[in-house]
């Protein structure tokens, strides 16, 4: 269903070159973690040189960002088309809730081990990173996408806020999935399901009159977790 | 202020090494790192036999775990004490949060590198999972204590699970800490603000009637990310 823009782009050597690094790298990532691979693994394993691996990749750091980026760059015009046929905000949230988690998915092994980078702003493997700016701008439109489009109005006090704060509650998610040992990981569905129905519930609240200073609070956090960019 | 129970406690040889090995322990950790530092690098530091430290601690986990008690133990009357002469909800909250981290600064540093352990359960140095059951409920009694002598009344529903929601607050704030990279942590101390403004408000709506669906659902939410013990 999900298309790569890799692979349907028309081919030339060089992309062929820099889609087998790119390859060997997130098989080696899943089989021996990412800590333990280095560039000269990953240029052995896809069969070119040290120097060719670090023509197409500064780093393995980069390797991991263009892997997200990919994700999100895939599944994008998927997600968009997904959300037209959903009504109520709750669906259309789950739904890309549960498809980043299903993106993640073949790879939740290393994206567990590159979980400890993720508080850190200043390590570009982190989501709040300058470096990952691009792939969280458009996690963030796709929640943003999913609120517009949905059955609840949003004050316009709150409106141009909520995207971010969605994304802050959906690295929550991930992480919490990250490490939900349930079968089939049934408690992260059950955190979803419970979490979204509190979301909704306090975003029909919102609205009233005696929510102002709730409202006014809330805008007053934002400020305060915001990531500098 | 804060007297170390094990100091004031009459100190026989045993005690005397067992505090040696832990403090050689802590500089070690705070020196090298959690993982770089080994059992056999404790043992030296304190000057003792390897098997003299491994008969005073199975493991540096323990030593990890011995330190998170005693910092709960040490700071509990102190604690105690101090909310006697805070009325306000948000002063109470406000007090148990900034004691916990000037209890955490010293040893900020390791803190920080064991934070990767914290979101798996299973892993003994999580502040989930079953060895760290009696330090977690220490930390969830004081804000449990923080609580119940405020000013805000809360409904009977929610009283039960609010102290372990307001741990996992803490928790998230000890995390953001670790990660504040701003001049004196002044981004923690804004976010503590901020949040506990948005948390009494919170608080203070939750009892009207109109609220009961909202109430219902943070409920609902609380049974999918308790922690099973």
């Not at 800590?35 to 991991?64: C, H, N, P, W």
């Not at 959906?170 to 919490?176: D, E, K, P, T, Y």
């Not at 005696?210 to 960019?229: F, I, N, Q, T, Y």
Request: aromatic letters at 8%.
């Amino acid at each position: 269903m999900i298309t790569s823009t890799l692979k349907t782009r028309p081919t030339s050597r060089a992309e062929d070159t820099r889609r087998k690094i790119y390859e060997a790298a997130l098989k080696l990532f899943r089989e021996k973690g990412f800590e333990q691979t280095t560039m000269r693994d990953i240029a052995a394993k896809a069969g070119v040189a040290l120097g060719a691996a670090y023509y197409y990749f500064a780093s393995k750091e980069a390797i991991v960002l263009a892997f997200y980026q990919e994700m999100q760059e895939d599944s994008h015009e998927a997600i968009l088309e997904a959300l037209r046929g959903r009504r109520k905000l709750k669906d259309r949230l789950r739904y890309v809730l549960e498809k980043r988690l299903e993106l993640l998915a073949p790879n939740r092994k290393f994206c567990d081990a590159l979980f400890k980078h993720a508080p850190d702003a200043s390590d570009p493997l982190s989501p709040f990173s300058t470096e990952a700016r691009p792939i969280r701008e458009r996690a963030i439109e796709h929640l943003r996408a999913a609120l517009a489009g949905g059955d609840v109005k949003v004050t316009s006090d709150l409106e141009p806020h909520l995207p971010y704060l969605l994304w802050l509650y959906q690295m929550a998610i991930i992480l919490f999935w990250l490490y939900d040992r349930s079968l089939r990981q049934e408690r992260t569905e059950k955190l979803i399901d419970r979490s979204l129905t509190l979301l909704i519930n306090l975003l029909r609240l919102s609205g009233l009159p005696l929510m102002k200073p709730l409202r006014k609070a809330a805008l007053g956090l934002v400020g305060a977790v915001a990531v500098a960019d």
